[in-house]
C-alpha cells in the first residue's frame, strides 16, 4: 500500500487536488495537487509567470479553478454565496497592494472585518485590533489613515487586518514586491515571527532569505506546474531538477 492511498490527513488544512486553471487557451495550472499542513510554512517560488499568484488566488476562491478540488479544513470551497464568504472568513490575504480602506483610520481598517463579519462588538474588536497592531508595530499609528503611513507601516497592517479574523491560515502574494528594499525587512519580520508563533502561512515571494529561514517547505512552480517541492535546506543545496538548478542560478548569483 502506499503512502497515497490517504491523501489528506487529520493535519491538512489546505488541500489541492488536480487542480487546472485556465486563461482562454492558456493554461495557468496544471494538475496541481498540494497540501498543507497545520502549523507549516510552505513558500512558493519560481520565475514570473509560473502560476505562483495564480494558486495562492485560487485558494480563496478569487480565481475559479476550471476543474480539481479544493479544499480548507475539510470543507471543499464553496462557489458562491454566504458558504464562501465564510470559509474565506477562514483564509487570511495579503496582497502585493495593500488594499487599505483610504477613508478609514488603520484600526478602522483592522476592525471593520470583525465587526461586520464575524459579528464581534466594536469594544472588544477595538481592543484586540490595538492587540494586533502592537504585535506589527504600528499601534502608534491607530488613527492615522493609509496615505499618512509608508509602504512597509501599509503592509504591516494589512497583515494585523488579516489576523483579526483569527483566519486559520495566511496566504500571501507576493507582500514585499511593492516596497521599497529598506521596507521590506520589517514586512518580512512580522512574517517571520508568525511564522515561528505556529501560523499556517502559504508566501508567494521572491524572498529567498525567507524561504530559507522561515518556511518548512518549499515547493518551485515553473509554466503552471510544481515542478520540485523539498525542506528549504534541501532545495537550496541541492535542487533535483535542471529547471530549479538553471533558476537558483540566476537567482543566487546576484
Known amino acids: ?89 477562514e483564509v487570511g490575504m495579503v496582497f502585493q497592494s495593500f488594499n487599505l480602506f483610504a477613508h478609514k483610520t488603520i484600526l478602522e481598517n483592522v476592525t471593520l472585518g470583525p465587526i461586520k463579519v464575524r459579528k ?36 504591516r497592517v494589512a497583515i494585523a487586518r488579516a489576523l483579526a479574523m483569527d483566519p486559520k491560515v495566511m496566504l500571501f502574494d507576493e507582500p514585499t514586491s511593492a516596497l521599497d528594499p529598506e521596507m521590506i525587512k520589517e514586512v518580512l519580520d512580522v512574517m517571520v515571527d508568525l511564522a515561528k508563533g505556529g501560523m499556517t502561512m502559504v508566501v508567494v515571494t521572491h524572498e529567498m532569505g525567507f524561504a530559507r529561514t522561515a518556511g518548512d517547505r518549499v515547493v518551485f512552480m515553473d509554466e503552471g506546474a510544481i515542478v520540485e517541492e523539498a525542506t528549504p535546506e534541501e532545495f537550496f543545496t541541492n535542487p533535483q531538477t535542471e529547471r530549479a538548478k538553471d533558476f537558483l542560478g540566476k537567482i543566487l548569483k546576484h
Not at 494586533?132 to 503592509?155: C, N
Open 1 to 89: 500500500m502506499t503512502a497515497t492511498a490517504q491523501p489528506t490527513s487529520t493535519d491538512d488544512l489546505v488541500v489541492l487536488s488536480g487542480v487546472n486553471k485556465y486563461f482562454g487557451d492558456m493554461h495557468a495550472l496544471k494538475d496541481v495537487n498540494l497540501s498543507v499542513k497545520r502549523g507549516e510554512v510552505v513558500v512558493v517560488i519560481g520565475p514570473s509567470g509560473s502560476g505562483k499568484s495564480t494558486l495562492c488566488r485560487t485558494i480563496n476562491r478569487l480565481e475559479t479553478i476550471s476543474d480539481g478540488s479544493i479544499t480548507i479544513v475539510g470543507e471543499k470551497l464553496p462557489e458562491e454565496g454566504k458558504g464562501l464568504a465564510n470559509l474565506r472568513a
Open 120 to 155: 464581534v462588538k466594536k469594544d472588544a474588536a477595538q481592543k484586540r485590533g490595538m492587540e494586533l497592531l502592537e504585535r506589527v508595530g504600528v499601534a502608534h499609528q491607530a488613527e492615522k489613515y493609509p496615505a499618512q503611513l509608508s509602504g512597509g507601516q501599509q503592509q
